[in-house]
């Protein structure tokens, strides 16, 4: 179905594979393509409860594909046609994402990254925003999720002199939600991803809603859309079980409804 990513799914949770490892899986349009279309299958499949973006081979994502630029390129029109639908896929997607970042991220792969809700990574990964040294500006909603990741003037000291972030790093910078041992990656992304998996999915996904509406409605709207969330979870039935689990002094088993 795919031809340059994989697509899975297991144990509740979509696992969406970048697979052109002999360019570390540099983006091309088509990969684009298919990244906008799994994550619209992810998204409205009630089978899956969580999304895991990674990397075949030994990176993440180094970026656009630079055999397929050229001089007469009109980079806006491709991140409208390609990269900006595929990032508004993810952004509005409530159900929660995890990137598996095993190797590099660099450019438009580090802008992946940072689009997702959770960054795990390999101790020797790292991000790298690689745009100013093609003479270009961070994009596929780099600068928007950096900035309120770090701050501005770290968002800005991260851009201009586009230097290697070590996973370790990462992690101190609040960039990366944890960091595993390389040998210990897949295992340690798979418990991580069950943990997600059995959260209830639809609080989950109200808390994202929730959260992003925080940063443009005034504390009024605000309460009035937490007010609405809230009605929401507490008509589900993974709600109910909560409740129920507490007062028999039980694990709650969510079903994500």
């Known amino acids: 179905m795919y031809e340059t990513i994989t ?128 003479g270009l500006i961070p994009d596929s909603g780099n600068s928007y999720f950096l900035t309120r990741l770090v701050g501005e003037a770290k968002a800005l000291e991260i851009s201009v002199l586009g230097e290697k972030i070590p996973a370790n790093q990462a992690l101190s910078l609040g960039l990366a939600t944890k960091v595993f041992p390389a040998d210990d990656f897949q295992m340690a992304v798979q418990q991580f991803a069950d943990r997600i998996a059995a959260l209830p999915t639809k609080a989950v996904g109200l808390i994202k809603r929730t959260i992003k509406a925080s940063d443009h409605l005034s504390f009024n709207d605000y309460l009035e859309e937490e007010a609405q969330g809230q009605r929401i979870a507490g008509l589900t039935k993974d709600h109910r079980e909560g409740v129920q689990a507490f007062l028999e002094k039980r694990k709650p088993l969510f079903l994500g409804k």
């Open 7 to 134: 697509y899975s799914i297991q144990n509740g949770a979509a696992w969406i594979t970048l697979n052109r490892p002999d360019t570390l899986n540099a983006f091309v349009s088509q990969m684009n393509k298919e990244m906008t279309h799994a994550m619209k299958a992810a998204a409205s499949s009630e089978e899956v409860r969580v999304i895991v973006i990674t990397g075949a081979g030994r990176g993440f994502c180094s970026g656009q594909d630079l055999s397929e630029v050229d001089e007469n390129m009109d980079h806006g029109e491709v991140l409208r046609k390609f990269y900006g639908p595929m990032v508004k896929q993810i952004y509005k997607c409530e159900k929660p994402i995890i990137a598996a970042v095993n190797g590099v991220a660099a450019g438009a792969g580090f802008s992946l990254a940072l689009a997702c809700d959770f960054r795990l990574m390999s101790d020797r990964a790292s991000f790298l925003n690689a745009f100013v040294h093609v």
